[in-house]
């Protein structure tokens, strides 16, 4: 399949996945620290509130950083337009 995606576009896709892999194994990493928090043995554990809003803050940061990289790669709105156009005319069932 990749023989026929030109180079150039080949290096974007590979910048795009590191990007996003990396905010990704970040968000991962966050979700499951989070995850062991909530499924603590300790009943005392104190949680400092701002901390978790930093954690969220990070998670949120992650999210949207991958959101850009992708936006970035190819267009939400022109890849939509795209299929749009390219979409094969089907055949009218009531005919």
Request: glycine residues 0%.
């Amino acid at each position: 399949m990749t023989d026929v995606i030109p180079i150039d576009q080949l290096q974007r896709y590979l910048a795009m996945r590191a990007r996003c892999d990396a905010e990704l194994k970040t968000i991962v990493s966050l979700a499951t620290m989070l995850t062991y928090l909530d499924s603590s043995a300790e009943p005392t554990l104190k949680i400092d509130p701002f901390a978790l809003a930093h954690t969220q803050h990070l998670i949120a940061q992650s999210a949207l950083t991958v959101l850009e990289a992708l936006e970035d790669f190819v267009s939400k709105v022109e890849a939509m337009h795209a299929q749009e156009v390219t979409k094969p005319i089907q055949p009218n069932a009531s005919a």
